[in-house]
């Protein structure tokens, strides 16, 4: 019953920054999660931030890339620094009808069914 809707996606540059939104139509104390799906490739979890704030990331974006929710907005944010060439994909917004029981869950796309329309995010070198 949530709606989400990405926002910010664009073109840039390696070495460039980029932030996106997702706005929730709903209010929920679910998590939000950010997945995205290159080109060729399986879609792949890429970070997820709870009602309290704690943050997951994945690997490949640790230390670049910031989420964060503003939970009276009903927002959540990804901040993008130092972007590569391999960031290249859509970008979907993604949350669930309640909070996760364990950990792990939060990484499966399966375990979501609310999901945004995606947002494209280009990197050229």
């Known amino acids: 019953q949530v709606q989400l809707v990405e926002s910010g996606g664009g073109s840039v540059r390696a070495g460039d920054s980029l932030s996106l939104s997702c706005a929730a139509s709903?209010?929920?104390?679910?998590?939000m999660t950010w997945f995205r799906r290159a080109p060729g490739k399986e879609r792949e979890f890429v970070a997820a931030v709870k009602w309290d704030g704690t943050t997951y990331y994945t690997n490949s974006v640790k230390g670049r890339f910031t989420i964060s929710r503003d939970n009276a907005k009903n927002t959540m944010y990804l901040q993008m620094n130092t972007l590569k060439v391999e960031d290249t994909a859509v970008y979907y917004c993604?949350?669930?009808?309640?909070?996760?029981?364990?950990?792990?869950?939060?990484?499966?796309?399966?375990?979501?069914?609310?999901w945004g329309q995606g947002t494209q995010v280009t990197v050229s070198s």
């Open positions: 709903g209010r929920t104390t679910a998590p």
């Open positions: 993604a949350s669930a009808p309640r909070p996760f029981a364990s950990m792990r869950a939060h990484f499966t796309a399966a375990n979501y069914h609310y």
